[in-house]
């Protein structure tokens, strides 16, 4: 299974910015898909997962209003829509997959992608 984030870049505050990732391998059993993120000195997050069968979604408190996942069972891809950003939503995203579970904890799922950086300026 590889995963392939992508979107990120740097947004003044108040901006928006759209996150993809792009799944190929063996997806196609997955049970849900997810984003965390980790900031400089500080440990990975959770941001928001989606359940992929159904679309039921889940979200930290800290985005919760801001951001909106999605995905595109026909692309095999999942967005992370991310709107009225703050300088503290900085960090590298990392998108992660998961076979028997919605990945919300950082470092209990089965895979995760590379990253990509988000910057939000102030």
């Known amino acids: 299974v590889q995963l392939q984030a992508s979107g990120g870049g740097l947004v003044q505050a108040g901006g928006s910015l759209r996150l993809s990732c792009a799944g190929s391998?063996?997806?196609?059993?997955?049970?849900?898909m997810g984003w965390f993120r980790q900031a400089p000195g500080k440990e990975r997050e959770f941001v928001a997962a989606?359940?992929?069968?159904?679309?039921?979604?889940y979200y930290a408190d800290s985005v919760k209003g801001r951001f909106t996942i999605s995905r595109d069972i026909a692309k095999n891809t999942m967005y992370l829509q991310m709107s009225s950003l703050k300088p503290e939503d900085t960090a590298v995203y990392y998108c992660?997959?998961?076979?028997?579970?919605?990945?919300?904890?950082?470092?209990?799922?089965?895979?995760w992608g590379q990253g990509t950086q988000v910057t939000v300026s102030s």
């Open positions: 391998g063996r997806t196609f059993s997955r049970y849900g």
């Open positions: 992660a997959l998961d076979y028997t579970k919605v990945p919300m904890v950082p470092g209990t799922y089965d895979y």
């Open positions: 989606i359940r992929w069968s159904v679309g039921t979604t």
